[in-house]
C-alpha cells in the first residue's frame, strides 16, 4: 500500500481554507451590490427577460469597466486587476443574488481562464485578454455550458484549412452577447468573430442566461493554440467555473431566504405572523443552516482556486455536489412559501427557481461531482 505521505491525489493535506472574506473583498462587494441595486433590480430583470437580449449593455460596461469586475483574473501586467478567484467569487455571489443577466461566468471567467492556459506571449492572446479584461470586448467559449470537469471534451468542429472552421457547437450560453467565440477545433483553439457564424437559438429555462447553437459554415478564426494547449486550457477553465458557479448558487440561496423569512414575518394568518408556526420556523431553520454550510463550500473552492490548492479539484466538486442542491430548495422554499404570489410572472421568485436548476446542470451535474469526490477519495461511485 502506498504510504501516506507518497500521495498525489487531491486527497493530499493542505493548510486551512480561509473562509472568511477580507476587506478588500467586502468593498467589492458593496460596489457591485450597489451598482445591481440601481440598475438590475427586480422589474428590469424582468421586463428584459421577455426580449431575446436580457443584457443591459450599460450596466456590464460598468461592471466590467468600471469597476473592474471583467479583469479580476488577470494579471496587471496583461491588462488586469491581478486579484484572485476569491474576488470573482464574491461578484458571482452578488450577481446571483440579483439573478443578473450578465454573461460574466462565460466571459469573465471561462473564456478569460481559457486565454490564460494559452501563450499569453502571443500577441493575438495578450490582445484579446485584454480587451476582455477591460470589458471592451465580450470573449464567450463555443462549447457547451452543461460540459463538467473531467468529462470528454466536444469534437465537433473541424479546420477545412487556413483556419477555416466548419461544424457546429453548443448550445452555449451567452453566445448572443458575445463579440468573440472561443472554438475548441481538430487542429486547436480558435477565435472567431460572432458577426462571422449564425446563432441558432434554443429555449432556455433560464431567460436570463440564453442559450444558442453557434454554426460554423467556413467562419475564419485566428489560432490561439495547438490542440494539446487548447484542450488543457478548456479543462482548466471548467474547474475554475465549476468552482465559482458554487458562489452564485450560494447567492441565489442567500436572497431566496432573506426574502422569504422578511415574507413569513409581514404575511399574517389567524391575526399571527405565518412565521411563527412552528413547522415553518423548523423549514427555515433548516434552510438556514443548509445556506450557511454551501457558504463554506463556495469559499472554500474560492480559496482552493486562488492559492492553486492540490485541493482544489476535490474542494470544488465537494461544492458543486452540495451548492446545486441547496440553490434549487432555497428557490423551490421561496416559491411555496411566499404562496399565490410566489407563483405569479410578476414576483422574480420564478427566476431564482429557473436560474437555480439552471446552475445545477451547468458546468457538471451534483452527480457527476459526487462522482469526482467518490473518484478523488477513493471510495466507491455514488
Known amino acids: 500500500m502506498t504510504d501516506e505521505t507518497e500521495r498525489t491525489t487531491p486527497m493530499a493535506s493542505h493548510a486551512p481554507f480561509d473562509l472568511l472574506y477580507s476587506e478588500t473583498e467586502e468593498e467589492l462587494r458593496s460596489a457591485v451590490r450597489a451598482l445591481l441595486a440601481d440598475r438590475c433590480d427586480a422589474a428590469s430583470v424582468l421586463a428584459r427577460a421577455e426580449t431575446d437580449r436580457p443584457y443591459d449593455p450599460e450596466l456590464w460596461s460598468t461592471l466590467a469597466g468600471g469597476i473592474g469586475a471583467a479583469g479580476l483574473l488577470v494579471p496587471e501586467k496583461l491588462g488586469g486587476q491581478g486579484a484572485s478567484h476569491r474576488e470573482a467569487a464574491v461578484v458571482l455571489e452578488e450577481l446571483g443574488r440579483?439573478?443578473?443577466?450578465?454573461?460574466?461566468?462565460?466571459?469573465?471567467?471561462?473564456?478569460?481562464?481559457?486565454?490564460?492556459?494559452?501563450?499569453?506571449?502571443?500577441?493575438?492572446?495578450?490582445?484579446?485578454?485584454?480587451?476582455?479584461?477591460?470589458?471592451?470586448?465580450?470573449?464567450?467559449?463555443?462549447?457547451?455550458?452543461?460540459?463538467?470537469?473531467?468529462?470528454?471534451?466536444?469534437?465537433?468542429?473541424?479546420d477545412a484549412g487556413g483556419g477555416v472552421l466548419t461544424g457546429s457547437a453548443g448550445p452555449v450560453a451567452d453566445a448572443v452577447a458575445a463579440d468573440v467565440l472561443l472554438v475548441l477545433a481538430d487542429t486547436g483553439l480558435y477565435a472567431v468573430p460572432a458577426a462571422a457564424v449564425t446563432l441558432v437559438g434554443a429555449v432556455p429555462l433560464d431567460l436570463t442566461r440564453p442559450l444558442a447553437t453557434v454554426e460554423l459554415d467556413g467562419a475564419t478564426g485566428t489560432r490561439?493554440?495547438?490542440?494539446?494547449?487548447?484542450?488543457?486550457?478548456?479543462?482548466?477553465?471548467?474547474?475554475?467555473?465549476?468552482?465559482?458557479?458554487?458562489?452564485e448558487q450560494l447567492g441565489i440561496a442567500q436572497w431566496c431566504l432573506t426574502e422569504t423569512v422578511a415574507h413569513v414575518r409581514a404575511r399574517h394568518q389567524f391575526n399571527r405572523p405565518v412565521g411563527s408556526f412552528q413547522a415553518l420556523k423548523h423549514r427555515l431553520a433548516r434552510l438556514w443552516l443548509d445556506v450557511a454550510s454551501a457558504r463554506?463550500?463556495?469559499?472554500?473552492?474560492?480559496?482552493?482556486?486562488?492559492?492553486?490548492?492540490?485541493?482544489?479539484?476535490?474542494?470544488?466538486?465537494?461544492?458543486?455536489?452540495?451548492?446545486?442542491?441547496?440553490?434549487?430548495?432555497?428557490?423551490?422554499?421561496?416559491?411555496?412559501?411566499?404562496?399565490?404570489?410566489?407563483?405569479?410572472?410578476?414576483?422574480?421568485?420564478?427566476?431564482?427557481?429557473?436560474?437555480?436548476?439552471?446552475?445545477?446542470?451547468?458546468?457538471?451535474s451534483a452527480g457527476h461531482h459526487r462522482t469526482l469526490v467518490a473518484d478523488f477519495a477513493e471510495l466507491p461511485s455514488p
Open 98 to 158: 440579483a439573478v443578473a443577466p450578465a454573461p460574466y461566468l462565460t466571459s469573465a471567467v471561462l473564456a478569460t481562464e481559457i486565454l490564460l492556459g494559452c501563450d499569453t506571449t502571443s500577441a493575438e492572446v495578450a490582445g484579446l485578454l485584454a480587451q476582455v479584461a477591460a470589458g471592451a470586448r465580450v470573449c464567450v467559449p463555443a462549447v457547451p455550458l452543461t460540459l463538467a470537469p473531467g468529462a470528454p471534451l466536444p469534437s465537433g468542429v473541424r
Open 224 to 247: 490561439l493554440g495547438d490542440p494539446a494547449t487548447a484542450r488543457a486550457a478548456v479543462a482548466g477553465a471548467l474547474l475554475s467555473g465549476a468552482g465559482l458557479l458554487a458562489s
Open 296 to 364: 463554506a463550500a463556495a469559499r472554500a473552492a474560492a480559496d482552493a482556486l486562488a492559492t492553486g490548492s492540490p485541493d482544489a479539484p476535490l474542494t470544488v466538486a465537494v461544492a458543486q455536489a452540495y451548492c446545486s442542491g441547496v440553490a434549487v430548495r432555497a428557490a423551490e422554499e421561496c416559491v411555496q412559501l411566499h404562496g399565490g404570489i410566489g407563483m405569479t410572472w410578476e414576483h422574480p421568485a420564478h427566476l431564482y427557481l429557473k436560474r437555480a436548476k439552471a446552475d445545477a446542470l451547468a458546468l457538471g
